[in-house]
């Protein structure tokens, strides 16, 4: 199975910091690659999609790039409401589709 | 407006069954494959299993082959989840989702809010 790590596992920053947070792969995926956002005891939300496109109704603060094996994950401006755990979700070839292990944004 | 809502799931001894439902409204159920995705207390997420617009196939993780079976209602708009055999390891919440279909990539766009299933004794 391929395998997602994500890094930091955590990460603490301040209202309007740019924050970048990535995720490897074990093997190529392309751009089989997606981004959610999950807020505590809340289902996860879909940010980014095929490792770039912003889902309809996401803010433009947010922003996807990368192919192959590396990708990241950019908030431009930290907004109160973005401290969350992030997840990548790898889709490339058949199940599993495993996601990362989750980044914890904090407040500074 | 795209609505997933889980039903079904509780406190469950090991070596126990259950059976999780998902009722899907606000968008043309059979045209999507579905998919079950798990969360256990404090840990990230895991993917289940999911399933083709017309039941046609199905997959599933490797830890839950052979316990749980994932299916389907289109005439119902309903995903279900018969989980056998439970385990402690189990224990998590479990959330429907829709993939989204762009395309050839699994894209799950909407989510249920999730129903706690604790195998314990």
């Known amino acids: 199975d391929i395998q997602m790590t994500q890094s930091p596992s955590s990460l603490s920053a301040s209202v309007g910091d740019r924050v970048t947070i990535t995720c490897r792969a074990s093997?190529?995926?392309?751009?089989?690659l997606n981004w959610y956002q999950q807020k505590p005891g809340k289902a996860p939300k879909l940010l980014i999609y095929?490792?770039?496109s912003l889902q309809s109704g996401v803010p433009s603060r947010f922003s996807g790039s990368g192919s192959g094996t590396d990708f990241t994950l950019t908030i431009s401006s930290l907004q109160p409401e973005d401290f969350a755990t992030y997840y990548c979700?790898?889709?490339?070839?058949?199940?599993?589709?495993?996601f990362g292990q989750g980044t914890k944004l904090e407040i500074k | 407006e795209v609505q997933l809502v889980e039903s079904g799931g509780g406190l469950v001894q090991p070596g126990g069954s259950l059976r999780l439902s998902c009722a899907g409204s606000g968008f043309t159920f059979s045209s999507y494959w579905m998919s079950w995705v798990r969360q256990a207390p404090g840990k990230g997420l895991e993917w289940v299993a999911n399933i083709k617009q017309d039941g046609s196939e199905k997959y599933y993780v490797d830890s839950v082959k052979g316990r749980f079976t994932i299916s389907r209602d289109n005439a119902k708009k309903s995903l279900y989840l018969q989980m056998n055999s439970l385990r402690a390891e189990d224990t998590a919440v479990y959330y429907c989702?829709?993939?989204?279909?762009?395309?050839?990539?699994?894209?799950?766009?909407?989510w249920g809010q999730g129903t706690l299933v604790t195998v314990s004794s």
């Open positions: 093997q190529s995926i392309s751009s089989y």
């Open positions: 095929a490792a770039s």
């Open positions: 989702a829709r993939d989204g279909g762009r395309g050839v990539i699994v894209v799950f766009d909407y």
């Open positions: 979700q790898q889709s490339y070839s058949t199940p599993p589709y495993i």
